[in-house]
Every structure is written in C-alpha cells, then in structure tokens.
C-alpha cells in the first residue's frame, strides 16, 4: 500500500471522526434549546397563575373530580355568605342566592356580608351536608354549584334567604326553585329581617340586589 493511499485512509478516518462530533454537537444544541423553551413556558404558566392569585377567585384548568350528588360529605369551612369548601377541597357556591360581598378586592365589604358569613357558619361549618345540580355542574371559577340540604332536611339556599341574610339571585338557567327564594325574600324585606333592617338595598348594572360598603 502506498504513502498516498494510507494518508488518505488517515485522512477520511479524521474527517468521520470530526464530522460525528459536529453532528453531536448540533444534535445535542437543539436538544438543549428545545428543553430551555419547554422549562420557559412552564414558568411563564406558573407566573401568570401566581399573579392572578391576588383575585377573588382564579380559575383552574382541570376540575377536580365531582363529589356523587346527594351524597353525605362534610363542610370543612366556610368562605362567606353563599361559599364553602368541602372536606374533599372543592368548593360549593349555592345556587340561586348571593350574599353582600366581602372578599372581593375590587370593592369594600358590604353591609351584612360578615353576619352573612356567620349565619353560614353556623348553618353548616363541620356538618354534614348533601347537595344536588340544576342544571351547570361548575361556574367560571370551576367552583360546584348546589342546592344544599342538612341532613335534616334543612334547604341551607332558602334558609339564607328568608332570615334576611341573603338575595334571590336569578342566574340561568339554574332557575327550578327561583320561585320559592323569590317567595322567601319578599316576606324578608316584608318583615324587614336581617339585612333588610339596617342595610342601604340598590340594584347594580346587572341588575343585582346589592348592599351598601360599610365605610359609608
């Protein structure tokens, strides 16, 4: 074999060798980058989660696994008039009543809206309680939305509403008892009951019962 052909041998066998490890290089570079966009649009994910956490309420994406209506579970707290959590930590907004607000950043707290949240307390923090559908399993904030029953037998919704501490509160099309807290909340402000009494009543834009702030 002559010096020409084995140089070249020598020769080929560098540019192979040089050749993989450009080409690993490459390789693993996109490999890299492609890692540094996953890691930052996870981060921007969790970014903008955490500064919406300052809102009342920040939806979620995926819904935790729904309770079986009508079945037994109990009430770990209560987050205001017509709130609560569950022990499994979902959390219940009753249908058909509104109570005045007090853990909204955008407003004051509302005249009524701490007693509303007692009278709740009282009702149903650490009991036991059953609770069924209208129509809308979740609302935007993927909170449950019920009717809600003691075990017994208690209707926790009307209760609210008819002893003053809460409105009737139209939304659809989970309407099928809006008659009864209708019925109920006239005979509260008939009797001036609870936050009839001492509260400045108004409709809003949307033509929501509301209360006055407090710090007027």
């Known amino acids: 074999m002559s010096f020409v052909r084995i140089y070249s041998l020598i020769a080929a066998f560098f540019v192979l060798v ?22 930052a649009a996870d981060l921007n994910t969790l ?38 959590q569950l022990e499994n930590g979902e959390r219940l907004r009753y249908i058909g009543i509104n109570t005045p607000e007090k853990n909204d950043p955008r407003k004051p707290v509302q005249c009524f809206a701490e007693q509303a949240s007692e009278k709740n307390k009282e009702l149903v923090e650490g009991k036991q309680i059953k609770f069924y559908k209208d129509v809308t399993e979740r609302d935007k904030y993927q909170r449950l939305l019920g009717y809600v029953y003691l075990e017994d037998g208690t209707f926790v919704n009307l209760e609210m509403v008819k002893t003053g501490y809460a409105f009737s509160y139209t939304y659809s099309p989970d309407i099928s008892k809006q008659d009864e807290f209708t019925e109920a909340q006239e005979l509260a402000r008939t009797q001036k009951l609870g936050l009839w009494s001492g509260c400045q009543v108004t409709e809003n834009t949307s033509g929501r019962l509301e209360t006055n702030p407090i710090s007027d």
């Open 47 to 84: 970014n903008n989660r955490i500064g919406n956490s300052g809102a009342e309420e920040a939806p979620v994406a995926t819904p935790l696994e729904t309770p079986e209506y009508g079945q037994l579970i109990r009430v770990a707290r209560v987050i205001d008039g017509d709130t609560i």
């Open 18 to 39: 040089l050749s993989f490890i450009l080409g690993s290089h490459y390789f693993l570079s996109n490999e890299i980058n492609e890692l540094r966009r996953v890691v």
